[in-house]
């Protein structure tokens, strides 16, 4: 779902409560039973995912100027990656079960 609602990978920045203004050029639509995304309805932008479950959001990497030095936390879906991509920096990567997994061991549910 990711590349198909960005055409690649999705880069996130995690966080917690954060505060967003500009609500009235925000288009928020639910993109599965679980998950909502959000984009700007003036220039198309994606802003965010949010896991419904949580209420927790991850924003893409690319709105932000982000500090010299900063790395990737984990690599997720790596199962689901086209061939085309490989992302040089080495970080904990988890297959789509994996994450499923550990999200129903947390007590979340996928019907």
């Not at 990567?93 to 994996?98: L, N, P, Q």
Request: hydrophobic share 40%; aromatic share 14%; charged share 25%.
């Amino acid at each position: 779902m990711c590349a198909r609602w960005g055409g690649a990978m999705y880069a996130g920045l995690e966080s917690d409560g954060c505060s967003v203004t500009g609500e009235d050029a925000i288009t928020v639509y639910q993109s599965s039973d679980w998950a909502e995304r959000a984009f700007c309805s003036k220039c198309g932008s994606n802003l965010w995912y949010c896991f419904k479950p949580t209420g927790s959001r991850t924003f893409l990497a690319g709105m932000f100027d982000l500090p010299k030095g900063m790395t990737i936390k984990h690599q997720i879906f790596v199962d689901e990656k086209p061939d085309w991509y490989d992302l040089a920096q080495k970080t904990p990567m988890k297959t789509g079960a994996e994450i499923i997994a550990e999200a129903e061991a947390a007590g979340f549910t996928f019907d």
